[in-house]
């Protein structure tokens, strides 16, 4: 006999199907793009299956980029969408709409429920940048008598860090949620200058790959456990950590994530592919097995919780960024990010940036108080393993990462993609 969970995995799985059905007719009667682009592979769209939904070419960046006006569908109105642009990490920065006739926060506060989160409680966020005063002013009047507080990463500094501890102490907020980068930096400011905070229930990270070291670090300068999720511009919401972090729960009856080789077949558990995913419920601007442009493993095990919904693993990197060797061979960033995973226990931050001529600079920043010499001779012997000492590589100790696109990628390249 199936136990309730069980049940209600098959539910949310048939629910999945029935919303992928419904998008793609839509999307094929509303939108030019997916009317043309369907109507050589589609026989009978009131009737799409499983097979049928396999067949449809997925929509790629390029695509995206070149055919906005023809994939947004007919007669949206102003308050009923939300354009918003890519940073272009994974390749040419990209726009869509976002459907605001679904309340994306009602996925937000599943997942806040699963840590034990409640709307009630008061929350501190880290952004890049500084809000405007009208946005500041929305918030608070929107939130009341919720009270949020906020730190702008742009202007992380001991003086602004210890202001936003005091905020933080006297408010005691259940959640501090932000972007990976600059919630690994304040952790660092934390425990670089003995800083303490009042501990949330649990601190929520998102736009980038986490690694374990940033995520030790996290929980020892918050005192508070990490949830990893993933997301990005054109999909908020797509999956998740629950308490037991044993991988990330898609959000299965709002997304649709398949796993592809190269020339987009199905690949299997524990195997690396391209990530394409379906919007279930963006039907202002489709996206259709879009190729987002990161690569992912799914797990068929299941987590211990109450939880009826898949688990992914952790995205690990972005498929448009990689190691370039001379001899036509490229290193993905996700098999670096495994790599230091692996040796980095004193090393802050790195960043790899590969010249013209294809030597790469290691650039690293060394924990306070901390001799990296042999760390950095063991990561440099890895990389020369890896690249078949193909290439010369150098290490640079720096006080400060690049920055590019709002973000700390791991690779910066001059070299054509």
């Known amino acids: 006999m199936k136990t309730e969970k069980e049940l209600l995995s098959e539910s949310v799985n048939d629910l999945n199907f029935k919303k992928r059905q419904t998008l793609v007719k839509h999307a094929f009667k509303n939108s030019a793009f997916y009317g043309k682009k369907y109507a050589k592979v589609l026989d009978d769209v009131d009737l799409i299956s499983a097979e049928d939904f396999l067949k449809l070419p997925p929509l790629t960046r390029e695509e995206l980029a070149n055919n906005f006006n023809s994939i947004k569908v007919k007669g949206l109105k102003p308050w009923q969408i939300r354009k918003v642009t890519s940073s272009g990490s994974t390749g040419q920065p990209v726009s869509v709409l976002h459907d605001l006739r679904f309340p994306i926060s009602s996925l937000q506060w599943r997942i806040l429920s699963w840590w034990g989160v409640k709307p009630y409680e008061n929350q501190a966020f880290i952004y890049r940048y500084k809000r405007s ?97 993933y997301g990005n511009t054109e999909v908020l ?102 790599l230091f995973e692996k040796q980095i226990k004193t090393i802050r931050e790195i960043q790899l940036l590969q010249k013209k001529d294809y030597s790469v600079e290691l650039h690293y920043i060394p924990q306070i108080n901390s001799t990296t010499t042999h760390e950095v001779n063991n990561i440099i012997k890895s990389l020369v393993h890896r690249t078949r000492n193909e290439i010369k590589i150098t290490p640079i100790k720096v006080n400060s990462v690049k920055i590019l696109n709002n973000k700390k990628p791991l690779i910066i390249s001059e070299l054509p993609r």
């Open 133 to 229: 005063l009208l946005k500041r002013i929305g918030n608070t009047i929107m939130w009341w008598p919720t009270r949020r507080i906020f730190l702008p990463g742009a202007e992380m500094n001991l003086a602004h860090v210890k202001r936003f501890v005091l905020k933080i102490n006297g408010l005691k907020p259940a959640l501090l949620q932000g972007y990976v980068d600059v919630m690994y930096e304040f952790a660092l400011f934390l425990l670089d200058h003995n800083l303490k905070i009042h501990p949330p229930k649990m601190v929520w990270v998102t736009s980038a790959p986490l690694l374990e070291h940033q995520r030790r670090i996290m929980e020892k300068a918050f005192e508070a456990p990490v949830c990893d999720q």
């Open 237 to 338: 919401l797509i999956a998740a950590e629950c308490p037991n972090q044993t991988g990330l729960h898609i959000l299965q009856d709002a997304v649709h994530i398949e796993y592809v080789d190269d020339n987009y077949q199905p690949v299997p558990p524990k195997v690396t592919g391209k990530i394409l995913i379906t919007d279930l419920n963006n039907y202002a601007f489709p996206l259709i097995r879009y190729e987002v442009g990161d690569r992912g493993q799914y797990s068929l095990g299941q987590c211990e919780c109450h939880i009826p919904l898949p688990i992914m693993y952790a995205v690990k990197g972005r498929q448009a960024v990689t190691l370039q060797l001379p001899s036509g061979l490229g290193i993905k960033s996700e098999h670096l990010h495994l």
